[in-house]
């Protein structure tokens, strides 16, 4: 008798993602995805994307949801989740949409301790609109708008998130993790469903920050990609869990 070890969640709809070879958000989604089905709240669940390279997120997760305009996934999360308390609801924003136009929403959700989550892709560049430099783009870093590489005299300096986040009283979970590597995945899908058991069990808000490679506009294949994650972005955005108040997993 054959026993089943790994098929596609439920909480995916089984559409072709439409990202670029090497990209780490289709590794996420499945992580996402895994974490809503062991949870078993498939059903309850609400999916609000961004505007950027995951826009079509709604037609990726098997579930009902929305886009919200340019940064202000929080604040529409945050309307579904009040008048539908009894419903989970997630947001799954890029860096240019969550830690750029978004800085306020994302601030004044967490500081709320609105009872939503939030998985953060953090590729330190605008993937969807051509490659401009991000508010998470590092110091020498080349972009269309960056050509000779960032500065901070002329660009300040690269947003960290968590480090920002960590501070507001209502945050229930707050991590920054990796999928370059099958241990990280794992560890990944872990951080993940304490973000989501923050909401379950009505503590707070919660995030995952997860940096991922963007292959693409960074002009490099997705070996490389993965290396230059590994080099650059880790010295820069320090792996860690910031703040747990959700405890047990159970």
Request: some cysteine.
């Amino acid at each position: 008798m054959r026993k089943v070890l790994y098929k596609m969640p439920e909480s995916l709809t089984g559409k072709e993602f439409t990202y670029c070879p090497g990209c780490h958000h289709g590794i996420i989604h499945r992580l996402v995805a895994e974490v809503i089905d062991e949870l078993g709240i498939r059903e309850k669940t609400l999916v609000v994307a961004p505007i950027g390279c995951s826009v079509f997120a709604y037609q990726f997760f098997n579930m009902d949801g929305t886009i919200a305009p340019h940064g202000r996934a929080p604040a529409v999360a945050t309307g579904m989740k009040r008048a539908r308390p009894d419903l989970y609801v997630f947001t799954y924003q890029g860096d240019g949409d969550l830690a750029a136009i978004g800085t306020a929403e994302i601030m004044h959700a967490a500081n709320r301790g609105e009872k939503i989550t939030t998985i953060f892709v953090n590729n330190a560049i605008y993937g969807m609109t051509g490659g401009q430099m991000a508010p998470t783009t590092l110091l020498g870093m080349k972009s269309t708008t960056t050509p000779y590489g960032r500065k901070a005299e002329n660009d300040g300096y690269p947003m960290h998130m968590c480090e920002f986040l960590k501070e507001a009283r209502g945050v229930a979970y707050l991590a920054r993790t990796k999928v370059n590597t099958p241990q990280d995945v794992e560890k990944t899908k872990k951080a993940i469903k304490k973000a989501f058991l923050a909401q379950v069990k009505g503590i707070g808000f919660g995030m995952v920050e997860v940096l991922s490679t963007c292959p693409t506009n960074w002009g490099i294949d997705p070996i490389s990609a993965n290396k230059w994650l590994e080099e650059n972005m880790i010295p820069e955005y320090p792996l860690g869990v910031f703040v747990d108040k959700v405890g047990d997993e159970k």
